[in-house]
C-alpha cells in the first residue's frame, strides 16, 4: 500500500512534510538565488528565508493555479525583492551591510561551485537587465529558470495571454542584442 504524499498545506503541521519539501526543492531554490545573487553568504541567507517564508504562506498554494515549484520560485522571487528593497534602505542609511552569519569554509565553498555554475545563467540575466520589469521576470522564469510560460504566469500572478504577449515582445528585443544566443531568446516556446 502506498502512502499517501503530504500536500504543501501539511508542512506547517507536519515536519516530516516540511523535511521532504524542503529537500525536493532545496537545489531548484539555491539555483535560483545564485542565478541573482553574486554573494555565498547571501545566497544561504535567503534559502533559509525562503523556506521560512513557505513556513507561513503554505497554506496559499492552490495546486490549480500552477505547479508546486512555479509557487516556491514566485516566494523565492518575493523573498529576494523584499531582501533587495531591505538592503537598499540599510545601505542608504548605514553605507554597509551588518548581521552576516558565518558559514563554514565547505559551505561557502559549496555556494562559490554554485554560483561559477550559474555563470552562464547570470551572464543571459545581465542580457536581459534592459527590459521592462515585467518583461524580464517572465524571461527569466522561462528561459532561465525553465518554467513552461504557463507556470511562470502563475508564479507572477498574471494571465497566461499576458505571459505570452510579454515574452513576445522580450524574445523580439532580445533578438536584437548582439550575442545573446537564439536558444535562450526562443526557450520555453511552445
Do not use: C
Not at 173 to 179: D, E, M, V
Request: net charge positive; proline share 5%; no cysteine.
Amino acid at each position: 500500500m502506498r502512502l499517501k504524499q503530504k500536500g504543501l498545506a501539511d508542512i506547517a503541521d507536519d515536519p516530516e512534510a516540511f523535511e521532504a519539501f524542503y529537500r525536493r526543492h532545496f537545489e531548484a531554490v539555491t539555483r535560483f538565488l545564485a542565478r541573482r545573487v553574486g554573494d555565498p553568504h547571501a545566497v544561504a541567507d535567503l534559502t533559509a528565508e525562503v523556506f521560512l517564508a513557505v513556513f507561513d504562506s503554505a497554506h496559499t498554494y492552490r495546486p490549480g493555479k500552477g505547479s508546486e515549484i512555479a509557487w516556491l520560485y514566485g516566494v523565492t522571487r518575493n523573498t529576494l525583492l523584499a531582501e533587495r528593497r531591505r538592503s537598499a534602505r540599510e545601505l542608504r542609511a548605514n553605507s554597509r551591510i551588518a548581521g552576516r552569519r558565518l558559514l563554514q569554509g565547505d559551505d561557502i565553498a559549496r555556494l562559490e561551485e554554485r554560483i561559477d555554475a550559474e555563470s552562464p545563467a547570470r551572464r543571459a540575466m545581465d542580457a536581459m537587465a534592459g527590459l521592462p520589469e515585467n518583461e524580464r521576470a517572465l524571461m527569466e522564469l522561462v528561459a532561465v529558470d525553465g518554467l513552461s510560460p504557463a507556470e511562470a504566469a502563475a508564479s507572477l500572478g498574471i494571465r497566461q495571454g499576458t505571459a505570452r504577449v510579454r515574452l513576445h515582445r522580450a524574445r523580439r528585443a532580445l533578438q536584437k542584442i548582439p550575442g545573446v544566443v537564439p536558444p535562450l531568446v526562443m526557450e520555453g516556446q511552445r
